[in-house]
């Protein structure tokens, strides 16, 4: 049987976590269900994440390949299809990619101390909650570079905007324990696009 290397562990580790998040809540991921999960120790889940932050972050940011997948993307689009196609990719990915994260992100928020932690995990590694934004204002910013919405168009509060109406709504289904409606989704995505485009096209 071939050796685990560092990186297939880690691959496990990310993988166990974002299905404990998926299946049981933000309730059920602690370090010593993760690791009896992932059939190591707690001690070995360190050598791989600085903390319990760092690993439930990555396993959101890694383990969400379609909206990370878009964002990472957004540099090339410019120029490609419409803009309102574009957006309207990010924002269907958004919602639900939101709706995963609000467990993780309720539990940071109404805890000082794991909001603490986390806050100067995220100023180490850069890897924020405007992780988001960052390239969605400037893929608009290259837009408005071609002339393809208005000169005078503001990137940064229209990608606020898109990202957290896409939040709102997340929260919503979350709240009322709708259940994931693909449909629906691409129709609010195709209303907050048209709204945010309609002054500035």
Sequence with gaps: M???TAASTRDR???VTADLMRTGGLTAVT?????RAAGLTEAALYRHFKNKEDLLTSALAERSPVFVGILNDLPQQVGQATVAENLRRVA???VPFYRQALPMLSAILGDPNLR???REW???TGRGPQRANTPLSAYLRGERERARISANFDTDAAAALLLGACLQRALFDEFYG???DGQAIAEYAAALVETLLSPAE
Aim: net charge neutral.
């Design 31 to 35: 370090t010593r269900e993760i690791a």
């Design 92 to 94: 269907e990915a958004a």
């Design 2 to 4: 071939p050796r685990a």
């Design 178 to 180: 709708r259940l994931f």
């Design 116 to 118: 603490a932690r986390h």
């Design 13 to 15: 580790i990310l993988d």
């Design 122 to 124: 995220a100023s180490e």
